[in-house]
């Protein structure tokens, strides 16, 4: 831990909020999304410009301090924060602008997509993130970014054009395809491991409504709402993307009240095509059976991406696991029926995310996300706000994961992968990871950005 000389010098250097151990914010500030992480940092500094973003990354590195990177906040593992370390929060850096000509929006390091879909929206345009807004641009992005545009679309870091970064050593570059062309390919799925992002320039698409929502169906019609889903989605236009869930109703409106409380099984869908045609698009899905909840319809993109925010407010107790998987066999399917039935009470969930359609369509090594001829990306979590719950939906989630696993295709999208080992990350980055090392060993030899699903440095 460096003097307090040295934390002095590093206050009058920065334009940011400096909180250390003892300040009557520093409990609030080290809060992340998951409430289950509780870790205490020696220094949270809340970045409010690059020079800031330098400037800690200096501090960090000479003062041989364990650097944290803080984006959204929401990284499962709660790589976003560490024990005795710095933490560079960029929640500060958060300004979007929208080139209309260009079809871009460029949108600051600390930005949540909620910030990213509220501007491009004005413009009636939209580029592929997540399922919820208040996660991290920074973190869901660097690790892939799969969401209700994956299979229009492709991920969010098929349409990252550009991205200004500050490495170890405390210089300043830009990544392309044009510029520093090794990082670009590096960033786009190998996570905070390369430098800190201060800026994020996306591609973006003329969408501005999506017919689309929850359509849900009893449990026990699990084994028939899957061996029809894992085939329809196969088929189904690109436009047209749909994750599979299992969830327990909210008690309280908009749901019906003879639904409160009831473990469901079903599709959130998102239909990003002409909207003419959407009720065309939508009927083989209403013939297919009768749901128990049918909520799909047309409404303004940003409500879609916003609509779960309310529910998973940020402080309740989360634990992840994940895989990649190429295909729902019906042994898979019983095993889904086993856990959906022990599936705790309130908000832990299970999801099939679709990765196929334009997200498919990338090649394997052209990123460095391997596993593109996967079909879904699978993560089950278990959710409680109580954290007494904490072992329950640990259990659940673990043995789960167990009983899954061996339908799955080996590794895991990091970004929903906790703290699972260098194994778990060389199979999920499979023969890009020896790439990945190496430019790793070009950009922080002395691996200073650590506190990440980590890639070595080569030898
Ligand atoms: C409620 C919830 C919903 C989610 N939904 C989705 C989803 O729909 N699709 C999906 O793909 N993922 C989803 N995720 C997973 C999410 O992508 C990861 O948790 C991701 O790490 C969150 O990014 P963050 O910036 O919020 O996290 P943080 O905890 O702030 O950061 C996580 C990691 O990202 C890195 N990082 C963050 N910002 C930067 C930056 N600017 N520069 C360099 N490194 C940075 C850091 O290395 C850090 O280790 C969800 C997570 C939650 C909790």
Not at 106 to 116: E, F, H, I, P, T
Request: proline share 6%; aromatic share 10%.
């Amino acid at each position: 831990m460096p003097d307090q000389t040295k934390i002095d010098e590093l206050k009058a250097n920065l334009r940011g909020r400096l909180i250390a151990k003892g300040d009557d914010s520093y409990d609030e500030s080290r809060k992340v999304y998951n409430g289950m992480i509780n870790k205490h940092p020696a220094l949270i500094v809340y970045c409010v410009d690059v020079a800031d973003v330098i400037t800690c990354v200096n501090f960090g590195r000479e003062n041989k301090m364990l650097t944290a990177i803080r984006g959204g906040g929401h990284n499962g593992g709660g790589l976003g924060i560490c024990d005795d370390g710095l933490v560079i929060d960029l929640s500060n850096i958060k300004y979007t602008r929208v080139d209309p000509k260009n079809k871009t929006v460029r949108a600051g390091g600390g930005c949540v997509w909620s910030d990213v879909d509220h501007a491009t929206h004005a413009f009636g345009m939209a580029t592929p993130s997540g399922i919820i807004g208040s996660t991290g641009v920074g973190g869901l992005t660097l690790g892939g970014g799969i969401g209700h545009l994956t299979r229009h679309c492709g991920l969010a870091i098929d349409n990252l054009l550009e991205a200004d970064l500050v490495l170890a050593d405390g210089s300043f570059v830009t990544a392309s395809e044009k510029e520093n062309p090794d990082l670009f390919w590096a960033i786009r799925g190998g996570g905070g491991n390369f430098g800190i992002i201060t800026s994020f320039l996306f591609r973006l698409h003329p969408i501005s409504m999506v017919y689309g929502g929850p359509v849900l169906y009893e449990l026990g019609e699990t084994k028939k709402v899957m061996q029809w889903y894992r085939k329809f989605i196969l088929d189904a236009p690109n436009e047209l993307n749909g994750f599979f869930a299992f969830l327990t109703v909210p008690p309280g409106p908009p749901f019906p009240e003879h639904l409160h409380g009831k473990k469901l099984c079903g599709i959130v869908w998102a239909y990003t095509g002409d909207m003419g045609n959407a009720e065309k698009v939508f009927k083989p899905i209403r013939d297919f059976l009768k749901p128990a909840l049918d909520f799909a319809g047309p409404m303004p993109h940003p409500v879609i991406q916003g609509m779960f925010d309310a529910l998973f407010v940020p402080g309740m107790q989360w634990y992840w696991r994940a895989d990649f998987v190429k295909e729902i066999s019906d042994k898979a399917i019983d095993a889904h029926i086993e856990f959906a039935d022990k599936m705790p009470p309130g908000f832990s969930t299970m999801h099939l995310y679709p990765i196929n359609g334009a997200a498919a369509k990338v090649g394997k090594n052209d990123t460095p996300w391997a596993y593109r001829d996967a079909v879904w990306a699978q993560v089950m979590v278990g959710v409680d706000p109580d954290p007494a719950n904490k072992e329950v939906i640990t259990k659940w989630t673990k043995e789960y994961f167990d009983a899954l696993h061996p339908f799955s295709a080996g590794g895991a999208y990091v970004n929903f992968m906790m703290d699972e080992g260098e194994d778990r990350i060389k199979a999920t980055y499979k023969d890009n990871y020896e790439r990945l090392s190496k430019i790793k060993k070009k950009y922080d030899p002395n691996n200073f950005f650590k506190v990440n699903q980590n890639i070595k440095p080569a030898a």
